[in-house]
T-cell receptor, first 112, second 117 residues
Framework: AQSVTQLGSHVSVSEGALVLLRCNYS??????LFWYVQYPNQGLQLLLK??????LVKGINGFEAEFKKSETSFHLTKPSAHMSDAAEYFC??????????FGGGTRLMVKP | DAGVIQSPRHEVTEMGQEVTLRCKPI?????LFWYRQTMMRGLELLIY????????DSGMPEDRFSAKMPNASFSTLKIQPSEPRDSAVYFC???????????????FGPGTRLTVL
């Protein structure tokens, strides 16, 4: 069965600093991987997705993630954090029947 | 497309009352998912449908919860009777399993915030 682990339920960075949110997955089939963002009082919005094409995936708002098969990782990065990046971020892996298995989420806080 | 539509956005009710949450998926999508999100348990999959047929309802907490999808453009999640511990944000999501390029990507609605007093 597929699973996702997000290390760190809370991450705090200063504005302008590097953002690194960690995601490790377990999958018995070639995975499709996703990062979603949830702003306060809103639904989940797709940031980016890996679908077996390029291993470095660029998403919206300057975020990107790199698929590393040897490390079973799909970490999310952004070179310079902005106050508007404060939100909760979810990593997910595809499962049977078009289901997604979500990680527990990481709340990103950005300090001025 | 308007995206996934959920109603109501907020619902406040008293314990014991029936609650019905509604969802309209994106046109052409053949999968529909109901999730519940709480601080304690995070994001939980309750049930999902494919072509209007319930496929997996193992996440439904108990018999007080039921979900239907009478047609491709409408689904309901009903709680009867409601209890305070049902207070949560309920999300509906859809995906086009047979639409190329979506690769299982789920599109989420804005959610319904339910408060049971």
């Amino acid at each position: 069965a597929q699973s996702v682990t997000q290390l760190g339920s809370h991450v705090s960075v200063s504005e302008g600093a590097l953002v690194l949110l960690r995601c490790n997955y377990s999958s018995s089939v070639p995975p499709y991987l996703f990062w979603y963002v949830q702003y306060p009082n809103q639904g989940l919005q797709l940031l980016l997705k890996y679908t077996s094409a390029a291993t470095l995936v660029k998403g919206i708002n300057g975020f990107e993630a790199e698929f590393k098969k040897s490390e079973t990782s799909f970490h999310l990065t952004k070179p310079s954090a902005h106050m508007s990046d404060a939100a909760e971020y979810f990593c997910a892996v595809n499962n049977a029947g078009n289901m997604l298995t979500f990680g527990g989420g990481t709340r990103l806080m950005v300090k001025p | 497309d308007a995206g996934v539509i959920q109603s109501p956005r907020h619902e406040v009710t008293e314990m014991g009352q029936e609650v019905t949450l509604r969802c309209k998926p994106i046109s052409g999508h053949d999968y529909l998912f109901w999730y519940r999100q709480t601080m304690m348990r995070g994001l939980e999959l309750l049930i999902y449908f494919n072509n209007n047929v319930p496929i997996d309802d193992s996440g439904m907490p108990e018999d007080r919860f039921s979900a239907k999808m009478p047609n491709a453009s409408f689904s309901t999640l009903k709680i009867q009777p409601s209890e305070p511990r049902d207070s949560a944000v309920y999300f509906c999501a859809s995906t086009g399993g047979t639409i190329s390029g979506t690769y299982n990507e789920q599109f989420f609605g804005p959610g319904t915030r339910l408060t049971v007093l």
